[in-house]
Antibody, heavy 120, light 111 residues
Framework: QLQLQESGPGLVKPSVTLSLTCTVS??????????WGWIRQPPGKGLEWIGS???????YYNPSLKSRLTISVDTSNNQFSLNLSSVTAADAAVYYC????????????WGQGTLVTVSS | NFMLTQPHSVSESPGKTVTISCTRS????????VQWYQQRPGSVPTTVIY?????PSGVPDRFSGSIDSSSNSASLTISGLKTEDEADYYC??????????FGTGTKVIVL
């Protein structure tokens, strides 16, 4: 059974870079068929797609975050990561990593999510 | 850019049928698949419909999806409503600049 687990700091200060990692277990990240994505959900609000990556390194970013966002993949450790720079209170959210069946298809496996608070 | 707009909430009694709409603001709703997710309070979203009208294994056939080109919208219908169906539901689709977009979300209230 595929499992995804987010890890990273639960509290970050304004203006710093948020770094999160998603560790994939029970399957390989090196699959031509799948993409790997990040989605966030501010408390009490809806889902927002952040970006997706293929194991080859091809990335797709939400245009509203693109200038601050880097998503990378580490196939040797079966992980992918998110770096979001210059965070503000508006970036506070539960961050989920998930597997995307194909571009334009559904996210079929999700991590449990990690809550990120932005505060000095 | 496009948006997927959903009603804020819908409510109905147990055993009845509810339908949630997801209206695409630009480009044809039929141009890319629509997915639907259920998110119960405090839980991770799970897929209830993918590729417009396909149900993952384990999702009851009370859940069905469709698209309507005349209104440029997709719909999720839940029949035989149960208390366990009370949740937030999100549609999701895609555009030609490789962007995934989630709908605004609908709270289903079982009276």
């Amino acid at each position: 059974q595929l499992q995804l687990q987010e890890s990273g700091p639960g509290l970050v200060k304004p203006s710093v870079t948020l770094s999160l990692t998603c560790t994939v277990s029970g399957g390989s990240i090196r699959s031509n068929n799948y993409y790997w994505g990040w989605i966030r959900q501010p408390p009490g609000k809806g889902l927002e797609w952040i970006g997706s990556i293929h194991y080859s390194g091809i990335t797709y970013y939400n245009p509203s975050l693109k200038s601050r966002l880097t998503i990378s993949v580490d196939t040797s450790n079966n992980q992918f990561s998110l770096n979001l720079s210059s965070v503000t209170a508006a970036d506070a959210a539960v961050y989920y990593c998930a597997r995307l069946v194909k571009l334009g298809h559904h996210f079929d496996y999700w991590g449990q999510g990690t809550l990120v608070t932005v505060s000095s | 850019n496009f948006m997927l707009t959903q009603p804020h909430s819908v409510s109905e009694s147990p055993g009845k049928t509810v339908t949630i709409s997801c209206t695409r603001s630009s480009d044809s709703i039929a141009s890319h698949y629509v997915q639907w997710y259920q998110q119960r309070p405090g839980s991770v979203p799970t897929t209830v419909i993918y590729e417009d009208n396909q149900r993952p294994s384990g999702v009851p056939d009370r859940f069905s999806g469709s698209i309507d080109s005349s209104s440029n919208s997709a719909s999720l219908t839940i029949s035989g409503l149960k208390t366990e169906d009370e949740a937030d539901y999100y549609c999701q689709s895609y555009d030609n600049i490789n962007r995934e977009v989630f709908g605004t979300g609908t709270k289903v209230i079982v009276l």
